[in-house]
């Protein structure tokens, strides 16, 4: 793990859930913060919020989704830090639903930022930190979603296993190239955050039309309410923060914040081997603390 005291310290999705529980940490230890977020009012409420404790930060309200906004905001973090140190490529959103009955809109959104948004991190970011030849770091978050199968939520599924493998590709070229920069992939199970509510940051022209009857169905909504109880019945966000940074000091790929996510990984693994069709995955209550 990499001192970063001194050093910049970018984070997309700041305002709110892992990227402002990252925020705070790296505040505590020194860094110099850029932080991103749609969310201007939720944005400006923990630059504040760090200000006053004597952090250096200062903070742009981005879409990830929107290519040039990333680049801007790279730019101006070197710009005005130097170098980053850390990289977290964190900004998600998600909606519950049934694969075909979910909108096309629903698909451009959350694929937006989940994927494009992850890239265009990447792209903006990655060459400026491998110019400044230092000891980096690159952590984009996608879920234990990511390696299991599911359909709660089809489109953000999707969209997790694509970050697992994007940065999979990215360590790869990283040492291929010979780069002094390590990425990681955090994969949390369910974390005590907001990302049930991201629906608040959609934007306008992505909305959904208000006639669609689908969403005003017992499917939808139950799909939805499951994904509700997971987060609000996660662990708390803080526990979390202590977990990457533990994988961090041990320089673990895939972080993960379940104590044993295996089991589950193991069996998507096996169905793939064993040429077996994918079944349904329900959610236990007893098994979300």
């Not at 690159?138 to 709660?152: E, K």
């Not at 499951?226 to 320089?251: K, P, R, T």
Request: with cysteine; aromatic share 8%.
């Amino acid at each position: 793990m990499i001192n970063l005291n001194g050093r910049g310290v970018a984070i997309t999705g700041a305002a709110s859930g892992f990227g402002m529980g990252m925020a705070k940490r790296c505040a505590k230890m020194g860094a110099k913060l850029a932080l991103a977020d749609i969310d201007a009012p939720g944005l400006k409420t923990i630059e504040t919020e760090l200000k006053s404790e004597g952090a250096i930060v200062f903070s742009m309200v981005i879409d990830t989704a929107k290519p040039e906004q990333m680049e801007s905001f790279a730019k101006k973090t070197f710009e005005t830090y130097g170098d980053v140190g850390l990289f977290f490529n964190n900004a998600g959103v998600e909606i519950a639903g049934t694969t075909w009955e979910l909108s096309a809109k629903d698909w451009q959104w959350v694929f937006g930022v989940n994927v494009l948004g992850m890239a265009y991190g990447i792209h903006s970011f990655i060459p400026r930190m491998i110019a400044e030849d230092k000891e980096a770091l690159i952590i984009n978050t996608s879920s234990l979603a990511g390696l299991v199968q599911g359909n709660i939520s089809p489109i953000y599924f999707s969209g997790k296993h694509a970050v697992v493998a994007m940065t999979e590709s990215l360590e790869i070229d990283l040492r291929e190239k010979n780069t002094k920069i390590k990425s990681y992939v955090f994969c949390p199970r369910f974390v005590k955050t907001q990302l049930n509510t991201s629906g608040r940051n959609r934007p306008a022209e992505l909305q959904n039309d208000p006639n669609d009857s689908y969403y005003q169905t017992a499917d939808h909504k139950q799909k939805q309410a499951m994904m509700e109880y997971a987060v609000h019945n996660g662990i708390e966000l803080e526990e979390s923060i202590d977990m990457v940074f533990n994988a961090l000091e041990q320089d673990k790929f895939y972080i993960h914040t379940a104590p044993e996510p295996w089991p589950s990984v193991q069996e998507r693994c096996d169905k793939i081997i064993e040429n077996r069709r994918p079944g349904e995955v329900k959610i236990d209550p007893n098994t979300q603390k």
